[in-house]
């Protein structure tokens, strides 16, 4: 599964931002997605700290629903390959 810094620089591929201007730390790569992207809540919370398998099982199955909207919509504007 790739990291949370994985996804962020798919999104800011997607949004054709220049590979320099990406930065290596995590928080700086959210801060620029966030400034991009300010007009849209789109960039999800970090996921709480789950303490077992058995958490983190319950949590995917309840944001399955968030999951398969964020691919349906990232299809709909032509970013499916990011997702």
């Known amino acids: 599964m790739p990291s949370w810094a994985v996804a962020v620089r798919g999104f800011l ?15 700086a ?7 991009l992207e300010s007009h849209r809540a789109f960039l999800p919370p970090d996921p709480p700290a ?3 398998a058995a958490a983190a099982m319950a ?3 309840a944001e399955h629903p968030t999951l398969l ?6 299809a709909a ?3 499916h390959a990011v997702v």
């Open 77 to 79: 504007l032509g970013r």
């Open 29 to 35: 790569r959210v801060s620029l997605y966030r400034s």
């Open 59 to 61: 949590w995917l199955e």
């Open 13 to 27: 591929d997607a949004l054709d931002v220049a590979p320099r201007r990406i930065p290596t730390d995590l928080d």
């Open 69 to 74: 909207a964020t691919q349906c919509t990232a």
């Open 50 to 52: 789950l303490p077992d």
